[in-house]
T-cell receptor, first 114, second 114 residues
Framework: AQSVTQLGSHVSVSEGALVLLRCNYS??????LFWYVQYPNQGLQLLLK??????LVKGINGFEAEFKKSETSFHLTKPSAHMSDAAEYFC????????????FGTGTRLTIIP | EPEVTQTPSHQVTQMGQEVILRCVPI?????FYWYRQILGQKVEFLVS????????KSEIFDDQFSVERPDGSNFTLKIRSTKLEDSAMYFC????????????FGPGTRLTVT
């Protein structure tokens, strides 16, 4: 069965500092991986996706993630945090493709310190 | 930009009552989904729907739940006899189906069962 683990339920970074949100996956087949962001009282917005085309994936709002098969990881990064990045971030995996069910991690709440 | 819409944004109902949550997926999408998020917990898959039938459902999606696409635009989730533990945020999502493009989520319906 597929699963994702997000290390750190809460992460705080200073404005302008590097953002690193960790995600490790478990999958019996090559996975499809996604990061979603949820702003307060809103739905889930797709940030970026890994579909095996390239290991470094760029998304919206300056975020990117690197797929590392040897580490079974798909960590989300942003070089310089902005106040507007404060939100909850979810990593998700789908085994067969983007049309199959998503299995989500428990989420990481990102707080930006002014 | 096209988006998934959901109504109502908040529904309060008494235990044992039937509720119908409504969604309008993105117009050219072929796959439809319902997920739920109990307060403070992770997003959980309920059901996926393709070609007018359920393609996959989770253990949560028991006989009290049903889905329907009554016309070319709406996608509904019905809970026949609500329980207190059905209180959650329910998200509808859709995906294009032609390639791995990811699932796009609506803003959610907060269901409160009293």
């Amino acid at each position: 069965a597929q699963s994702v683990t997000q290390l750190g339920s809460h992460v705080s970074v200073s404005e302008g500092a590097l953002v690193l949100l960790r995600c490790n996956y478990s999958s019996s087949v090559p996975p499809y991986l996604f990061w979603y962001v949820q702003y307060p009282n809103q739905g889930l917005q797709l940030l970026l996706k890994y579909t095996s085309a390239a290991t470094l994936v760029k998304g919206i709002n300056g975020f990117e993630a690197e797929f590392k098969k040897s580490e079974t990881s798909f960590h989300l990064t942003k070089p310089s945090a902005h106040m507007s990045d404060a939100a909850e971030y979810f990593c998700a995996v789908s085994e067969i493709g983007g049309n199959e069910k998503l299995t989500f991690g428990t989420g990481t709440r990102l707080t930006i310190i002014p | 930009e096209p988006e998934v819409t959901q109504t109502p944004s908040h529904q309060v109902t008494q235990m044992g009552q039937e509720v119908i949550l409504r969604c309008v997926p993105i117009s050219n999408h072929l796959y439809f989904y319902w997920y739920r998020q109990i307060l403070g917990q992770k997003v959980e898959f309920l059901v996926s729907f393709y070609n007018n039938e359920i393609s996959e459902k989770s253990e949560i999606f028991d006989d009290q739940f049903s889905v329907e696409r009554p016309d070319g635009s709406n996608f509904t989730l019905k809970i026949r006899s609500t329980k207190l533990e059905d209180s959650a945020m329910y998200f509808c999502a859709s995906s294009e189906g032609t390639s791995v493009v990811g699932q796009y989520f609506g803003p959610g319906t907060r269901l409160t069962v009293t």
